[in-house]
């Protein structure tokens, strides 16, 4: 549900493979460029390039200077200076450039390339790692740098080689741009492909029949990227052509232990859970209960956004649409859970405000979804309180129907005989239980992604979907244009992808898939299908990176099923080669037990509004943080610009980032990217 990483990270996972789902807390992985220059305090950004530029009025197919493809984003300005072409978002001081230079390899190309962007800020390089060959780049080289939190700003570059020449982009934007235009820039890399070059696509191919031995190559794609990224255990299902193909597991529940996961392994689906719940409401739909185009306050009044113009538009479809200009805010809810109901996270959303316009952009926003759920449990069943009406509304909508006997909001009765435990990486990336106890804070925020369920159970809901709607022994479960406007496009991801009503629907390689994905702590899942070719896959997995084989799990069906390229294989050994590359560089600006000194300065209880409490205690060399639903052991890390950060450590929770304040009052500061909350001495 949830991505801490930064926005270039993101943007590059997009890149190398399909794009994630937001994400579970990860190890702080900050991405950016190359031999480039030194350390500086300052924290503005650099100064924008002198030329003036071409305003682009809609998505535009663009080149650069050497001739490569690539597409300008509506409403940004591009400019060409010298070798670079240089994109600025419509928020002023946030750029990404494409510059093709000659050199003799990557670093040269990066020196050359920061040369001719201009810029005069220098950050100190971290760590450089290689990613896989794609689209026709060979040698591509990631640099990064290490940024200050109090800059707020993200800074990277990929360097890149084909036809003799290298593209740089140089990625060089303040966090709260990158995550708000998130969309936009994942377009521009995705799309950034060699002069004379196009992607592949398997348009107009028939699907190869999922026969034992293509079967047996999905199996052996999964069994080693599981073993190789340390992921305990991983669940999938495949169906074609109406039937169940396969349904297994591949490693264990919990390390340690030698009992194996199956195809009815329950795990944590996460975002999964949203487009069950826009059935719920399809189904709504059907009984003439609500309409996707009612006001979400006629059906909820205690619905309420910050904005009030916003709240006044907001109708059904509009609550998990992702359209609505609200943004991410989950901190709020991992640090503030016990205790809060449904009714609490609504009234919460009272207090978010939109930061782009609707329909503008897509920005994901979980305490929204929630919302949608809400009001549907509400319509279905007024008389219960909001929670028990929602969970009703699903059991007797959904899981009941479809045979999912399995699925269940009821953590307690999920956490019972054949479960799987969530894990993630301990500060050194070694694999280790995660703190699973804080998934307890999607419980209030449950439509969004709280749903426990197995391979066996959501299969079942896969066939439903490439059957138009009908169920295995013929009978119509719902109205097939009902249950396909969920996929009708709502908002714009990229040119290749759409988000409709808790569904992405993705073009990329010349099918249609239709899919989601869905990360909670330590739990990674993925479900997808060609409606056009009658096949589907599901993907659950309990532990980090397991994200890694939910997204490029796609790309490894496609291969299989359209005979392309082997790209998949490749893709995930180098993948996780560099999210551990960068756990190891975040690793050594860390030290633990935290630094003696300033872990004396720090007060003995801070309070903020919104995220409560943390109160501070040490034991031997250890300073934990203790935030009343979870605690964790923190350690220090100086910033470039001289100021201390604490940084929590505990596995699943690693890398919330707590800087400590300059004034003459105590304060610590912990920001996600377009929202900032301080904690005050109290």
Same mark, same amino acid.
């Given at each position: 549900?949830?991505?801490?990483?930064?926005?270039?990270?993101?943007?590059?996972?997009?890149?190398?493979?399909?794009?994630?789902?937001?994400?579970?807390?990860?190890?702080p992985?900050?991405?950016?460029?190359?031999?480039? &220059?030194?350390?500086?305090?300052?924290?503005?950004?650099?100064?924008?390039?002198?030329?003036? $530029?071409?305003?682009?009025?809609?998505?535009?197919?663009?080149?650069?200077?050497?001739?490569?493809?690539?597409?300008?984003?509506? $409403?940004?300005?591009?400019?060409?200076?010298?070798?670079?072409?240089?994109?600025?978002?419509?928020?002023?001081?946030?750029?990404?450039?494409?510059?093709?230079?000659?050199?003799?390899?990557?670093?040269?190309?990066?020196?050359?390339?920061?040369?001719?962007? +201009?810029?005069?800020?220098?950050?100190?390089?971290?760590?450089?790692?290689?990613? &896989?060959?794609? =689209?026709?780049?060979?040698?591509?080289?990631?640099?990064?740098?290490?940024?200050?939190?109090?800059?707020?700003?993200g800074?990277?570059?990929?360097?890149?080689f084909?036809?003799?020449?290298?593209?740089?982009?140089?990625?060089?934007?303040?966090?709260?741009?990158? /995550?708000?235009?998130?969309?936009?820039?994942?377009q521009?890399?995705?799309?950034?492909?060699?002069?004379?070059?196009?992607?592949?696509?398997?348009?107009?191919?028939k699907?190869?029949?999922?026969?034992?031995?293509?079967?047996?190559?999905?199996?052996?794609?999964?069994?080693?990227?599981?073993?190789?990224?340390?992921?305990?255990?991983?669940?999938?299902?495949?169906? !074609?052509?109406g039937?169940?193909?396969?349904?297994?597991?591949?490693?264990?529940?919990?390390?340690?232990?030698?009992?194996a996961?199956?195809?009815?392994?329950?795990?944590?689906?996460?975002?999964?859970t949203?487009?069950?719940?826009?059935?719920?409401?399809?189904?709504?739909?059907?009984?003439?209960?609500?309409? #996707?185009?009612?006001?979400?306050?006629?059906?909820?009044?205690?619905?309420?956004?910050?904005?009030?113009?916003?709240?006044?538009? *907001?109708?059904?479809?509009?609550?998990?649409?992702?359209?609505?200009?609200?943004?991410?805010?989950?901190?709020? #809810?991992?640090?503030?859970?016990?205790?809060?109901?449904?009714?609490?996270?609504?009234?919460?959303?009272?207090?978010?405000?939109?930061?782009?316009?609707? +329909?503008?952009?897509? !920005?994901?926003?979980?305490?929204?979804?929630?919302?949608?759920?809400?009001?549907?449990?509400?319509?279905?069943?007024?008389?219960?309180?909001?929670?028990?009406?929602?969970?009703?509304?699903?059991?007797?909508?959904?899981?009941?129907?479809?045979?999912? %006997?399995?699925?269940?909001?009821?953590?307690?009765r999920?956490?019972?005989?054949?479960?799987?435990?969530?894990?993630?990486?301990?500060?050194?990336?070694?694999?280790?239980?995660?703190?699973?106890?804080v998934?307890?804070?999607?419980?209030?925020?449950?439509?969004?992604?709280?749903? #426990?369920?197995?391979?066996?159970?959501?299969?079942?809901?896969? !066939?439903m979907?490439?059957?138009?709607?009908?169920?295995?022994?013929?009978?119509?479960?719902? /109205?097939?244009?009902?249950?396909?406007?969920?996929?009708? @496009?709502? *908002?714009?991801?990229?040119?290749?992808?759409?988000?409709?009503?808790?569904?992405?629907?993705?073009?990329?390689?010349?099918?249609?898939?239709?899919?989601?994905?869905?990360?909670?702590?330590?739990?990674?899942?993925?479900?997808? #299908?060609? &409606? /056009?070719?009658?096949v589907?896959?599901?993907?659950?997995?309990n532990?980090?990176?397991?994200?890694?084989?939910?997204?490029?799990?796609?790309?490894?069906?496609?291969?299989?099923?359209?005979?392309?390229? @082997?790209?998949?294989?490749?893709?995930?050994?180098?993948?996780? %080669?560099?999210?551990?590359?960068?756990?190891a560089?975040?690793?050594?600006?860390?030290?633990?037990?935290?630094?003696?000194? /300033?872990s004396?300065?720090?007060?003995?209880?801070?309070?903020?509004?919104?995220?409560? =409490?943390?109160?501070?205690?040490?034991?031997?060399?250890?300073?934990?943080?203790?935030?009343?639903?979870?605690?964790?052991?923190?350690?220090?890390?100086?910033?470039?610009?001289?100021?201390?950060?604490?940084?929590?450590?505990?596995?699943?929770?690693?890398?919330?980032?707590?800087?400590?304040?300059?004034?003459?009052?105590?304060?610590?500061?912990?920001?996600?990217?377009?929202?900032?909350?301080?904690?005050?001495?109290?």
């Amino acid at each position: 549900m949830r991505s801490f990483l930064p926005a270039f990270a993101l943007v590059l996972l997009a890149a190398c493979s399909p794009a994630p789902e937001p994400a579970a807390p990860t190890p702080p992985v900050e991405q950016a460029p190359s031999a480039a &220059p030194a350390a500086s305090a300052a924290p503005e950004a650099p100064a924008a390039p002198a030329v003036a $530029g071409e305003r682009l009025a809609a998505d535009t197919p663009k080149t650069t200077v050497a001739g490569n493809t690539f597409i300008a984003p509506n $409403g940004w300005t591009m400019t060409v200076k010298g070798p670079a072409t240089i994109l600025e978002a419509p928020e002023a001081g946030s750029r990404i450039a494409l510059i093709d230079v000659q050199a003799k390899d990557a670093d040269a190309a990066v020196a050359l390339a920061w040369a001719a962007y +201009g810029a005069e800020k220098k950050w100190p390089l971290k760590t450089t790692v290689d990613a &896989p060959d794609k =689209d026709g780049w060979t040698h591509v080289r990631i640099y990064d740098y290490q940024t200050s939190p109090n800059e707020k700003r993200g800074v990277g570059a990929m360097a890149r080689f084909a036809n003799d020449t290298w593209t740089v982009v140089i990625y060089d934007m303040a966090d709260a741009v990158g /995550e708000k235009r998130g969309a936009q820039v994942s377009q521009i890399y995705g799309r950034l492909l060699p002069k004379g070059r196009a992607r592949e696509s398997f348009a107009g191919k028939k699907a190869n029949s999922l026969d034992p031995a293509r079967i047996a190559a999905l199996g052996k794609f999964v069994e080693t990227a599981q073993q190789k990224l340390g992921v305990p255990g991983v669940s999938i299902g495949l169906v !074609q052509g109406g039937k169940v193909v396969f349904a297994g597991g591949f490693g264990v529940r919990e390390l340690g232990k030698k009992t194996a996961v199956d195809a009815d392994t329950r795990y944590i689906i996460a975002s999964n859970t949203k487009a069950l719940t826009t059935l719920m409401l399809a189904k709504l739909v059907e009984e003439k209960k609500l309409t #996707w185009e009612t006001p979400a306050t006629t059906l909820l009044p205690s619905f309420k956004l910050g904005d009030q113009d916003t709240t006044s538009r *907001v109708l059904v479809k509009h609550l998990i649409c992702a359209c609505t200009g609200m943004p991410r805010q989950d901190l709020e #809810w991992l640090f503030q859970y016990q205790g809060v109901t449904p009714d609490g996270a609504l009234a919460t959303l009272a207090t978010m405000q939109p930061t782009s316009k609707f +329909g503008e952009l897509f !920005q994901y926003s979980n305490p929204l979804a929630a919302a949608a759920g809400f009001l549907g449990g509400h319509v279905a069943f007024p008389k219960l309180d909001l929670g028990k009406a929602y969970d009703e509304a699903m059991r007797t909508r959904v899981f009941d129907p479809l045979g999912m %006997k399995a699925a269940t909001f009821d953590f307690k009765r999920a956490q019972t005989g054949n479960y799987a435990v969530a894990h993630a990486q301990d500060i050194d990336g070694k694999s280790a239980k995660a703190i699973g106890t804080v998934n307890d804070a999607v419980i209030p925020v449950r439509p969004a992604g709280g749903a #426990w369920s197995t391979v066996n159970d959501v299969l079942k809901y896969v !066939q439903m979907e490439l059957a138009e709607g009908k169920l295995p022994d013929g009978k119509q479960y719902i /109205e097939k244009d009902i249950l396909l406007a969920r996929r009708a @496009p709502q *908002v714009s991801i990229s040119p290749d992808a759409t988000y409709g009503m808790g569904l992405m629907v993705d073009k990329k390689w010349g099918v249609t898939v239709v899919h989601h994905g869905g990360d909670m702590i330590g739990f990674h899942s993925d479900m997808m #299908w060609l &409606p /056009e070719h009658g096949v589907g896959a599901v993907v659950l997995t309990n532990g980090d990176p397991g994200w890694l084989i939910r997204s490029i799990f796609q790309r490894k069906l496609l291969e299989v099923l359209f005979d392309g390229r @082997p790209e998949a294989d490749t893709e995930i050994a180098t993948m996780g %080669k560099m999210f551990f590359d960068q756990m190891a560089a975040e690793r050594k600006l860390l030290t633990s037990p935290a630094d003696a000194a /300033e872990s004396a300065k720090l007060a003995a209880h801070y309070t903020s509004a919104a995220l409560g =409490d943390i109160k501070v205690s040490r034991a031997g060399a250890a300073t934990t943080f203790d935030f009343g639903e979870w605690k964790s052991e923190v350690a220090s890390k100086k910033n470039p610009d001289g100021t201390i950060s604490f940084v929590t450590t505990v596995p699943g929770m690693i890398g919330m980032e707590f800087v400590v304040g300059g004034g003459a009052k105590r304060t610590l500061t912990i920001r996600d990217a377009q929202h900032e909350y301080v904690f005050n001495e109290k």
